[in-house]
């Protein structure tokens, strides 16, 4: 809640309380506060007065403020802006009234504003001081005067009129300062300092009244109508719950706390608003509270016990044991180890009470004795039993012990020395218990234990038993789930799914129920027929049905009423009790469409991005027996638990209808059903005609890429043929230059020779020896056109295996010591016919021109790829030249070469300086 001062309470349609507080407006479902202040449109956050129209639309009065509605759709306030009187009236302390024609009355010292469906259907000025009923469906306006008569007798003269004119006066003998409220069709109610009058007008003509009144009912009180019942609260705290049509007392409730309104629900619960205490909650079900000042004795009771008499009597966590006796109250304190108070079991035994703790038991509030265990060490008790009349079987943390009363001596029985947690009596000789390891049967007449087994032990550790009049044994475990044994076999497992609490603390079989204490309330579980195929069903209690807490400590049957001991006193339930049915109805409170408040509907149709949804609900039942709420979407079969009252959803596109239902403490399952429908339109991409598009698009491409690809092949088929055609004209020039040139020199010299070789025998051998040299020469050109056609893999046809073997071949008849470096990625990178020719033809004229000419003694041969180039060095350490005047024949074709691939060409050389061929040549020329 936003404050824990609240002036008024109201209950609407849905069955939401809203609560005006002097912090803003609070609006509540039964488990949940949403609270709402100037943020969300109330004009000011202190709120003195809620109302409800006849339509079911909510006004609230705030402190010198205009008045405001709330929009239901929006979620929101919207302040009244529709009258400049009202506006002013505002400035002062506004009164606000319901009328029985659906109008709502808005009046102070300035004037009076009545609306009706938000619009303004009358108004008066100042000092009017009208009040209007209906009698048979027509207005009558009257107004109160107060009237003091010489014997100092106070009356209250009730003036009547209609249109104007005075019908009839009514005056009543009342006390002095007189507040008139309006009720109903014909109802006049004033209230005084001490006294309520209700004056009913039956007719006009003939004019005909009722008065009824209900006096001494405390001084400066207050007043609330709600349903049919009149509250009326005066200034010490004492609310008074009347009829309101014959003003008849039906209840008077103390309170502790500064009351400002009491307000009963539909479901005829109390609300009570306190000045500084928040929101306190009676609820007419049957359920009695024993409770007392904590001053007098702690109420967090540990045991509990009923004597033949009807006494209670209940033992706590400080050594303490509260007496109950016809109402009357009386504290035992025992003196105990300060390091054990706890008392952990109470039992009445004859006219004896024999109260358990740690440390011993104690007999009838007298001090502790100490027990032994089958070793000869005090034992620490944890629970016990009555046998018989004479015998209580105490549990400890080395088993079983008996204890005679009546000898008040003990001695340890055969049982597992082990901590002993439980105990039921299930005939005159026969105990279970639970032990360290699981279930024990005793036999007092044989003194024997027997060990019995159970299916799921391992996984379901006992916590709790009871034993039936039918014979069967129940077994409450760790989880929740009930094991019930008969004759010593399980014959039925209950799941904890249906309900059952998870943390088990007592359980008490009464007739054809069983009673389950836990530390969230009692569960009652009632079952018929035979075992195993008995039928049962739970129903739930908790402090919103009226147990002082939810905290259940111990359980205990007298007569037709069961006892429980909390941690905040006892409850006194009746055994036959049965807790009403709640209808729980699901509403949707809050709505975020991509973070975006929104307004609130049953149809939503949104664009494809806006599937980022939050939704918040309500699960209305202000009892507080509301559990939680279930959704499911496209069709109400799969349910899903909703965890807490938000759920957040992601959409498909189309139509979804997203269905919740709300579920109460017993599990029921409300009637009424929200159904939302979203319609969320489907992206331009998922839809037919953009994958129709696509196909078509799609189809397109393929042609295009297919139609792209045969042109591809046709240009590299092209320019293959091209290339080809080029290479074949490269080598039919090459033929014709070098090799046809060589070939006629070859003829002419033949032909020389021949003539000479008889008339001048030595000038024919000298031309023999030069056709010689041509052939030869003529044989390497072949030799390189032909190897430069042949691109292979074989490592004798590279391009670096060439030149290496050439001027091994030349060099190596000279005195020139050379090296060669060449990179090895080149002979991958040239694979063009023409550029792997000239580089060789290059290279080769350079090592002959070095060898015939330098007169060098080292030769280096070094080339390279930088930037997709080749890098052709060839530098001798010889005689040199001068590079600008000498034009040989050798250099002119190196540099034709290279500039025909695009290449540059550079000569360094000078006398005595050795010489530098370089060419920069580019991979793709």
């Not at 390497?780 to 074989?794: C, T, V, Y």
């Not at 470096?821 to 060789?840: T, Y």
Request: net charge positive; with cysteine; hydrophobic share 40%.
């Amino acid at each position: 809640m936003p404050s824990n001062h609240i002036y008024d309470i109201l209950e609407d349609n849905k069955g939401f309380l809203w609560l005006a507080t002097d912090n803003g407006v609070s609006r509540f479902d039964g488990r949940y506060f949403q609270n709402f202040s100037v943020r969300d449109g109330l004009p000011s956050n202190d709120i003195l007065q809620v109302l409800k129209s006849p339509d079911g639309t909510i006004w609230v009065n705030a402190y010198k403020q205009t008045p405001a509605y709330f929009d239901e759709i929006n979620n929101k306030f919207i302040t009244y802006q529709g009258n400049k009187q009202l506006t002013e009236m505002a400035k002062s302390l506004l009164g606000m009234t319901g009328m029985a024609d659906g109008t709502i009355r808005f009046h102070n010292d300035l004037g009076i504003v009545f609306l009706k469906n938000k619009q303004v259907s009358q108004q008066r000025g100042k000092n009017d001081g009208f009040f209007t009923i209906l009698v048979k469906n027509q207005p009558v306006d009257f107004a109160i005067t107060e009237v003091l008569l010489k014997n100092k007798r106070h009356y209250t003269r009730i003036t009547l009129s209609q249109k104007g004119k005075e019908t009839a006066q009514i005056s009543i003998p009342t006390g002095p300062r007189i507040i008139p409220k309006t009720l109903g069709n014909n109802d006049i109610y004033l209230f005084s300092e001490q006294n309520v009058y209700k004056v009913s007008v039956q007719n006009i003509k003939p004019f005909s009244y009722t008065v009824d009144s209900v006096t001494k009912l405390g001084p400066d009180y207050w007043h609330k109508f709600s349903g049919q019942n009149l509250s009326v609260i005066n200034s010490k705290g004492f609310i008074h719950i009347m009829d309101q049509k014959t003003l008849t007392l039906r209840h008077t409730i103390p309170s502790r706390f500064a009351v400002n309104c009491a307000y009963i629900d539909r479901h005829k619960n109390l609300w009570v608003a306190t000045l500084d205490q928040g929101l306190l909650y009676y609820s007419q079900n049957g359920i009695q509270k024993i409770t007392t000042n904590a001053d007098f004795i702690n109420p967090n009771f540990l045991s509990l016990a009923v004597n033949a008499k009807g006494e209670i009597f209940a033992g706590n966590y400080y050594g303490q044991v509260l007496q109950v006796k016809n109402g009357q109250y009386r504290k035992h304190d025992i003196a105990v180890n300060a390091l054990f108070p706890w008392h952990r079991k109470i039992i009445n035994i004859g006219t004896d009470i024999v109260t358990i703790s740690d440390a011993g038991y104690s007999l009838n509030f007298r001090k502790y004795v100490g027990v032994l265990n089958a070793k000869g060490t005090r034992a620490s008790l944890k629970t016990a039993i009555a046998l018989n009349d004479s015998l209580i079987i105490l549990g400890s943390t080395a088993g079983l012990i008996e204890l005679n009363v009546r000898r008040q001596m003990t001695r340890t029985l055969n049982s597992a020395y082990d901590r002993t947690l439980n105990l039921v009596k299930a005939g005159q000789n026969v105990i279970y218990y639970i032990g360290a390891k699981g279930l024990y049967k005793y036999r007092h007449d044989l003194n024997v234990s027997e060990f019995i087994p159970f299916k799921g032990f391992s996984e379901k550790k006992l916590t709790s038993l009871t034993f039936a009049a039918d014979g069967t044994l129940w077994a409450s475990t760790t989880s929740g789930s009930l094991v019930i044994f008969k004759d010593d076999q399980q014959i039925a497992t209950i799941s904890e799914d249906i309900g059952l609490p998870g943390n088990i603390t007592k359980m008490l079989a009464a007739g054809n129920k069983i009673w389950i204490g836990s530390k969230t309330g009692i569960s009652i579980l009632e079952y018929a027929g035979p075992a195993p195929n008995f039928r049962y069903s739970l129903k739930n209690l908790s402090k919103t049905d009226g147990l002082p807490s939810n905290i259940i400590n111990d359980l205990a049957l007298y007569r037709d009423t069961l006892y429980a001991a909390t941690e905040n006193g006892v409850a006194k339930i009746p055994a036959n009790y049965r807790n009403p049915g709640f209808e729980v109805i699901p509403v949707l409170t809050g709505v975020k469409i991509n973070q975006v408040k929104t307004a609130i509907s049953n149809d939503y149709t949104l664009e494809s991005h806006q599937n980022n949804i939050a939704l918040q609900f309500a699960g209305i039942e202000p009892g507080g027996h509301f559990k939680n709420l279930q959704y499911a979407l496209n069709g109400p079969h799969h349910w899903n638990k909703m965890e807490g009252n938000t759920l957040n959803i992601q959409l498909n596109s189309g139509d979804n209808d997203l269905y919740v239902r709300a579920v109460d403490i017993n599990n029921h399952i409300s009637k009424q059903q929200l159904t939302i429908h979203f319609y969320l339109k489907t992206p331009f991409y998922r839809t037919k005609w953009f994958w129709i598009l696509m196909v078509f698009l799609g189809t397109g491409l393929i042609f295009w890429w297919l139609n792209i690809r045969k042109l591809n092949r046709q240009k590299i088929a092209f320019e293959q043929t091209f290339a080809l055609e080029q290479q074949r004209n490269k080598i039919t020039a090459d033929l014709h230059d070098d090799i046809g040139a060589s070939l006629s020199s070859l003829q002419v010299n033949s032909a020389v020779a021949n003539h000479l070789l008889n008339k001048d025998p030595k000038q024919a051998r000298k031309i023999l020896e030069k056709i010689e040299n041509q052939s030869k020469n003529l044989a390497d050109k072949i030799g390189d056109i032909i190897w430069s056609m042949k691109p292979g893999k074989d490592e004798f046809m590279t391009m670096s295996s060439r030149i290496k073997n050439f001027a091994n071949d030349i060099l190596s008849a000279t005195e020139i010591d050379y090296k060669i470096k060449i990179a090895p990625e080149i002979d991958k990178a040239v694979q063009d016919i023409s550029l792997r020719k000239n580089i060789v033809l290059i290279t080769k004229e350079a090592i002959n021109n070095a060898a015939k000419y330098s007169k060098a003694g080292q030769l280096n041969i070094r080339m390279e790829m930088e930037n997709h180039h080749i890098k052709l060095s060839i530098t001798d350490n010889g005689i040199g030249f001068e590079a600008s005047s000498h034009q040989g024949n050798g250099l002119a074709n190196m540099r034709k070469r290279t500039e025909e691939l695009h290449g540059v060409f550079l000569v360094s050389s000078g006398p005595n300086k050795g010489t530098t061929i370089s060419a920069s040549i580019p991979l793709v020329p």
